[in-house]
């Protein structure tokens, strides 16, 4: 008989409901911020201050959109964004992948001694003002690379590649290749990678979101305005509407003043977008990844 036709319990259909319950409190609390954010960009600057923003725009506008868009460094700062967002994806893929693999061989000598050196990073750091000198020093500042190779691996995502290698990949498998003649760089191309998809993808989502999201390293290294990303010339927008309503003292410096609050909001949705179109296609590998790369070890 199959346990789908049993009948359920009490108890059963008790924890179902307060489990549906929170799932339900808890959708709403994380997308009711996503849902005003749209609602306010598209709404009348007036009705956003007066705080009369719910669900659905209130004196429906397309301004704010009309005043990011015609931002001339805009589309250059998407482009530079995706450009940083896929080198540096590759790069920490790589990067990560070839630290997990090795430590997460048991037949590596001294993995523990290593492992803790990594784990170090997490809670102590050189400091900002050292960081700067190193990459100055090295001629970095300026260049792409200034916000690639000082974070080319999260420790913590280490740790997750490195568990989910431990867990999944049982270490029989790697001796059966060695007696096959199979190298370690071969194991890691013909037997790992392959195996690990769901964590490649989890990593992919973090360090997408982590690139696409950065401006404080693209503020302190980047100089030229034309290597500015995404998130620094939105800035630059939102800074620039609220002091030329503050500055001003025509008859249209209170309605640029109004008009900054609604594209705020607008910002948000323009750096916001790129991730929501990305995440449905890694989605289905996401909880599996993180479940036994997380969990488990």
């Given at each position: 008989?199959?346990?789908?036709?049993?009948?359920?319990?009490?108890?059963?259909?008790?924890?179902?409901?307060?489990?549906?319950?929170?799932?339900?409190?808890?959708?709403?609390?994380?997308?009711?911020?996503?849902?005003?954010?749209?609602?306010?960009?598209?709404?009348?600057?007036?009705?956003?201050?007066?705080?009369?923003?719910?669900?659905?725009?209130?004196?429906?506008?397309?301004?704010?959109?009309?005043?990011?868009?015609?931002?001339?460094?805009?589309?250059?700062?998407?482009?530079?964004?995706?450009?940083?967002?896929?080198?540096?994806?590759?790069?920490?893929?790589?990067?990560?992948?070839?630290?997990?693999?090795?430590?997460?061989?048991?037949?590596?000598?001294?993995?523990?001694?290593?492992?803790?050196?990594?784990?170090?990073?997490?809670?102590?750091?050189?400091?900002?003002?050292?960081?700067?000198?190193?990459?100055?020093?090295?001629?970095?500042?300026?260049?792409?690379?200034a916000l690639i190779l000082p974070t080319a691996i999260n420790t913590y995502n280490l740790i997750v590649m490195r568990t989910f290698?431990?867990?999944?990949?049982?270490?029989?498998?790697?001796?059966?290749?060695?007696?096959?003649?199979?190298?370690?760089?071969?194991?890691?191309?013909?037997?790992?990678?392959?195996?690990?998809?769901?964590?490649?993808?989890?990593?992919?989502?973090?360090?997408?979101?982590?690139?696409?999201?950065?401006?404080?390293?693209?503020?302190?290294?980047?100089?030229?305005?034309?290597?500015?990303?995404?998130?620094?010339?939105?800035?630059?927008?939102?800074?620039?509407?609220?002091?030329?309503?503050?500055?001003?003292?025509?008859?249209?410096?209170?309605?640029?003043?109004?008009?900054?609050?609604?594209?705020?909001?607008?910002?948000?949705?323009?750096?916001?977008?790129?991730?929501?179109?990305?995440?449905?296609?890694?989605?289905?590998?996401?909880?599996?990844?993180?479940?036994?790369?997380?969990?488990?070890?």
């Amino acid at each position: 008989m199959s346990t789908a036709n049993l009948p359920r319990s009490r108890s059963d259909l008790g924890f179902d409901i307060i489990n549906y319950s929170l799932l339900t409190v808890i959708l709403v609390i994380v997308s009711y911020p996503l849902l005003f954010a749209v609602s306010a960009s598209f709404s009348d600057p007036m009705k956003v201050l007066a705080g009369k923003i719910t669900l659905l725009p209130q004196g429906f506008r397309l301004d704010a959109y009309a005043k990011v868009l015609e931002h001339g460094q805009l589309w250059r700062g998407y482009l530079n964004s995706i450009v940083y967002t896929v080198i540096g994806v590759t790069v920490n893929l790589i990067m990560t992948t070839l630290a997990a693999y090795p430590l997460a061989r048991r037949d590596l000598k001294g993995r523990g001694p290593l492992m803790l050196i990594f784990v170090f990073t997490m809670f102590f750091s050189g400091g900002l003002v050292p960081t700067y000198l190193v990459v100055k020093s090295l001629a970095l500042d300026n260049t792409m690379w200034a916000l690639i190779l000082p974070t080319a691996i999260n420790t913590y995502n280490l740790i997750v590649m490195r568990t989910f290698f431990q867990s999944t990949i049982p270490g029989e498998l790697y001796e059966a290749a060695h007696v096959d003649g199979c190298t370690n760089i071969g194991m890691l191309y013909r037997i790992v990678l392959p195996l690990s998809m769901p964590i490649l993808a989890v990593m992919f989502l973090f360090y997408t979101v982590e690139h696409w999201n950065s401006y404080f390293n693209a503020m302190i290294y980047l100089s030229d305005r034309d290597k500015f990303t995404l998130q620094l010339v939105l800035r630059e927008i939102l800074i620039q509407s609220q002091t030329a309503g503050m500055m001003s003292a025509d008859a249209g410096a209170t309605e640029r003043l109004l008009q900054s609050e609604t594209i705020k909001y607008a910002v948000i949705i323009a750096a916001s977008l790129p991730v929501f179109v990305l995440y449905p296609f890694v989605q289905r590998f996401f909880v599996q990844g993180v479940m036994i790369g997380a969990v488990k070890g």
